[in-house]
């Protein structure tokens, strides 16, 4: 996905979840608690911060 095709809007989004300590902490470590909720299938498919964070920081890596 090219830098054109991602709109402000979902760069927003991305941006709180990107800086979100408790997403952070998730990210870092998948095994705890936190980790577990937030790589849930509910939450991976119904927070738009979350999809946006993936979408707009994983193909930028």
């Known amino acids: ?12 989004l991305a ?18 608690i936190i980790g577990k909720l937030l790589h849930h299938k509910y939450h991976a498919d119904n927070c738009p911060f979350w999809k946006a964070e993936k979408e707009v920081y ?3 890596q």
């Open 15 to 32: 941006t709180f979840c990107h800086h979100c300590p408790l997403c952070n902490y998730g990210r870092r470590n998948p095994e705890s």
């Open 1 to 12: 996905m090219s830098e054109t095709d991602v709109s402000s809007v979902k760069k927003i």
């Open 58 to 60: 994983e193909e930028s």
